[in-house]
């Protein structure tokens, strides 16, 4: 029992992202019945946020209710436009799929901050959602698991580009590998854009720096006509493991010695990892047993 | 018997504190703070006050763990050092004390809240390297204090009912 106290200390003098860890740890054992919990309140707080009757129209309460009233415009404007980007992001997307037997599940990525503790921790930084001091995220949370059927190595994307893969599933959650991330090897192609014409370049391997915001791409060849600001796009190469054409990035150094048989080129994603909030997970269309 | 149905007690009491008084859910808000009420200090102080001494120390180093572990942020070990010691103190004191007395639950338990919660506040604010802002702790835990008092007399009549599994012996004027 003299013990208990020594330990709690020896608890608190522990780095925060022993914390974190032991939070994340400590989930499933109070997830189930929390998620069921939590959806009856929200049924109640509704309920009783309803049930509040108005308060009567004298002169000041007409302005209160102006007040409201403009509020909840600039509420349901802001709404609206945040609904009206989601679906010009997923037209487009749509789009640029052209037919390919996917299905868009859409998701938010946590803040790191967050992912690290349980909710909203606000003073943590945890080594599971790839922040340490003065490091860089290399590795995201996503608000989508395995009950969205989601899957290891699915590309991440927003309507801008691919934002990364996912690395590991979760039952409600998962990790996004960031495109930065020194684990990602994808199979890329340069595109350029010479005189007003778009042209199919060299393919060679995009890996991450681990910088948290660049790329390099190795095997383009030294012959091959390369600049800074063409475009990276996933390889139409039958061996790559992602859909062609997905924006990974853009050329922002090429540099080549007179030795050299390769370029060696970095990219910048087209998608800012640190800002990217809603994003969209392309999965395979999956048929049941009567399909 | 006991200890497990302490360990559900706890439990329940720790995913009703998680799930239903959160934002959003049934927590209001008042000066840009979610005052809540502390459920799981409720259910800590009624075990320093109703348990033999020597289990008020274990039961409530584990809840104040268990309190440590569905917190969002802060170092893990902070809530059960603060749970243990303080109701430990209390527990030591309480017999001079009319726990049956509705007043001295609420004054009890705000009391417990303020404490713990400015303790925690602060802690976390100092290990996040944040500034420590006392008076702001203070305002912020004093309206989670005075919200689970007004709760605190209702759970302690819950509890009460649950003497005989709990194995609680009380006079029957305190029933």
């Known amino acids: 029992m003299a013990a208990m106290p020594v330990v709690a200390v020896a608890l608190i003098l522990l780095p925060q992202s022993f914390s974190d860890r032991a939070r994340v740890w400590a989930g499933p054992v109070f997830m189930p019945l929390q998620n069921l919990t939590h959806g009856w309140t929200l ?6 946020r309803h049930d509040i009757p108005a308060r009567p129209a004298d002169e000041t309460g007409l302005q209160g209710q102006l007040d409201r009233l403009e509020n909840a415009l600039a509420e349901a404007t802001a709404r609206l436009g945040e609904y009206d980007r989601r679906l010009h992001d997923l037209a487009q997307i749509r789009k640029a799929l052209d037919g390919l037997p996917c299905r868009l599940v859409p998701g938010r990525l946590l803040a790191p901050e967050v992912a690290g503790g349980r909710a909203g921790g606000l003073l943590t930084e945890g080594s599971r959602s790839g922040v340490s001091r003065g490091g860089a995220v290399i590795a995201r949370h996503l608000n989508r698991g395995a ?11 927003t309507a801008a580009g691919l934002v990364g893969v996912v690395d590991e599933v979760g039952p409600l959650t998962s990790t996004v590998r960031l495109l930065a991330d020194p684990r990602t090897h994808l199979m890329v192609q340069i ?3 010479r005189d007003g014409q778009w042209r199919p370049g060299p393919e060679g391997v995009a890996r991450g720096t681990g910088d948290g915001a660049t790329l390099s791409v190795e095997g383009i060849s030294r012959t091959s006509d390369v600049k800074p600001g063409d475009f990276v796009v996933t390889s139409p190469s039958s061996e790559a493991a992602l859909p062609a054409y997905l924006i990974v990035g ?15 080129l970095v990219a910048e994603p087209r998608v800012p990892p640190a800002e990217t909030r809603d994003v969209y ?8 047993p009567d399909n | 018997m006991r200890w497990i149905l302490v360990a559900i007690l706890g439990y329940v009491s720790l995913v009703i504190q998680t799930a239903v008084f959160r934002p959003g859910g049934l927590a209001i808000p ?3 703070h979610w005052t809540r009420p502390d459920l799981v200090v409720i259910v800590a102080l009624f075990i320093a006050l109703y348990f033999q001494r020597h289990e008020v120390f274990i039961a409530t180093w584990c809840l104040g763990l268990g309190a440590d572990l569905l917190s969002v942020s802060g170092r893990l070990g902070v809530l059960a050092l603060l749970y243990c010691g303080l109701l430990t103190v209390l527990s030591a004191v309480r017999s001079g004390l009319n ?22 506040y602060m802690a976390t ?15 912020e835990s004093a309206l989670d204090a005075a919200m689970t008092a007004i709760l605190a007399p209702y759970v302690f009549w819950i509890l009460l009912r649950l003497r005989g599994p709990l194995g609680i012996v009380v006079e029957p004027y305190e029933i």
């Open chain 1, 281 to 288: 997970v392309l999965s395979p269309e999956r048929h049941g």
């Open chain 2, 125 to 139: 604010r100092y290990f996040g390297g944040a500034e420590t802002a006392i008076l702001r702790s203070v305002e």
């Open chain 2, 99 to 120: 726990r049956a007395w509705v007043l001295t639950q609420s004054a009890l338990t705000f009391a417990a809240v303020l404490v713990i919660h400015v303790g925690w």
């Open chain 1, 43 to 48: 049924d109640i707080a509704e309920q009783i």
């Open chain 1, 250 to 264: 853009r050329v922002v150094r090429c540099d080549l010695k007179t030795t050299d048989l390769f370029y060696s």
């Open chain 2, 30 to 32: 008042i000066h840009g």
């Open chain 1, 147 to 157: 009950r969205e059927a989601l899957e290891r190595g699915e590309p991440v994307l």
């Open chain 1, 191 to 193: 595109v350029t854009r």
